[in-house]
């Protein structure tokens, strides 16, 4: 049987994370995925994202540090096998029904499902884990879930604004921890960005979109 290569991914992901564990959420998100049987199994490929995805994907694997050499060989193998799907803020989106999330947004994003309840490639029921890309110069508005989140950013540099505090960039290799109910956004620059992102907690929960008045300036600026 060939040996699957998303697992392969979700494996070095793991491993990854085992070496950065200081946050409550990264040890919670490794001890869950130690839990899970992850057996190989046979794949067929997928078709591609769309067509004006396909580069910056490839592209935001380059800026991945050496680092996580790993974890961007699994992705590279794993690419023709990822499910990647757009959050357009309407039907089946992870948000409120009618959310602004901004045409930035939703013509900049994709989300491929890896471990999870519903629709991921392995199933979990305390556990959503995905792949979280962003085009170049996107904004990813306020937004709040119920959910405790991990960001394990694969690519950089990009910048986060967490609650009220001032925008921060981080690199490659970073991890970042939003605690339930408390705002954040992100803006990518000239780098597209790939993130692993997992929810360990109220996984049935939707995000809310937090208005702030420099959105679009962030947008122009960008």
């Known amino acids: 049987m060939q040996t699957d290569k998303v697992i392969v991914l979700i494996c070095a992901l793991?491993?990854?994370?085992?070496?950065?564990?200081?946050?409550?959420?990264?040890?919670?998100?490794?001890?869950?995925?130690?839990?899970?049987?992850?057996?190989?199994?046979a794949?067929?490929?997928?078709?591609?994202?769309?067509?004006?995805?396909?580069?910056?994907?490839?592209?935001?694997?380059?800026?991945?540090?050496?680092?996580?050499?790993?974890?961007?060989?699994a992705l590279s193998q794993a690419g023709p096998y990822l499910d990647w799907r757009?959050?357009?803020?309407?039907?089946?989106?992870?948000?409120?029904?009618?959310?602004?999330v901004g045409l930035s947004f939703r013509e900049g994003n994709l989300v491929c499902p890896l471990v999870g309840p519903a629709n991921s490639f392995v199933?979990?029921?305390?556990?959503?884990?995905?792949?979280?890309?962003?085009?170049?110069?996107?904004?990813?508005?306020?937004?709040?879930?119920?959910?405790?989140?991990?960001?394990?950013?694969?690519?950089g540099p990009c910048g986060f604004r967490l609650g009220d505090q001032d925008w921060v960039d981080y690199a490659g290799d970073?991890?970042?921890?939003?605690?339930?109910?408390?705002?954040?956004?992100?803006?990518?620059?000239?780098a597209p960005f790939l993130s692993a992102v997992s929810w360990v907690s109220d996984l049935d929960s939707v995000c809310r979109v937090v208005h702030r008045d420099d959105w679009q300036m962030i947008e122009d600026q960008l």
């Open 14 to 41: 793991r491993d990854a994370l085992s070496a950065r564990n200081q946050l409550e959420v990264v040890k919670l998100t490794v001890s869950r995925l130690s839990a899970l049987t992850l057996d190989g199994r």
């Open 174 to 190: 970073s991890v970042i921890w939003n605690p339930p109910l408390a705002p954040h956004a992100t803006r990518v620059y000239e």
């Open 43 to 73: 794949t067929e490929p997928l078709p591609p994202p769309p067509s004006h995805f396909e580069s910056e994907l490839e592209l935001a694997i380059t800026h991945i540090p050496d680092s996580l050499n790993a974890v961007a060989e």
């Open 86 to 100: 757009a959050d357009t803020g309407d039907d089946d989106s992870y948000y409120e029904k009618g959310s602004d």
């Open 123 to 155: 199933f979990s029921e305390d556990l959503f884990l995905s792949l979280f890309f962003l085009k170049s110069r996107t904004l990813y508005r306020d937004h709040v879930h119920q959910a405790s989140e991990m960001y394990f950013n694969l690519s």
